[in-house]
């Protein structure tokens, strides 16, 4: 599966971003999907996932209630919309997929295939 994320930009705190991944390829061995951010000098952070058939969903305690993941599963597109974004938020955004039942869906290693990451920056 190769994915392509787009939307990230500049943001003033308390604004909102919407950020989209168009995924390509085989699409249909997908599993689950997520979003992760990673900040300079700060490991990648699991932010929200969904599983691609049923559309149930899962979130980062530090995003739940502000961000909300949706899946068109028609178009193969996963999107990611972010309210009340704060300061310590700025990071690249990364969507990623997995092709792999079974696995905890908040590990970075549980995803095989990731896109090139949008950057947010958030400003004070």
């Known amino acids: 599966v190769q994915l392509q994320a787009s939307g990230g930009g500049l943001v003033q705190a308390g604004g909102s971003l919407r950020l989209s991944c168009s995924a390509s390829g085989r699409t249909s061995s997908t599993v689950n999907m997520a979003w992760f951010r990673q900040a300079p000098g700060k490991e990648r952070q699991f932010l929200a996932t969904?599983?691609?058939?049923?559309?149930?969903?899962y979130y980062a305690d530090s995003v739940r209630g502000r961000f909300t993941i949706s899946r068109d599963s028609a178009g193969n597109i996963l999107h990611l919309q972010m309210n009340n974004l704060k300061p310590d938020e700025t990071a690249v955004y990364y969507c990623a997929a997995t092709t792999r039942p079974g696995r905890d869906s908040r590990v970075v290693s549980t995803y095989d295939s990731w896109g090139q990451g949008t950057q947010v920056t958030v400003s004070s």
């Open positions: 969904i599983v691609w058939s049923s559309g149930l969903s």
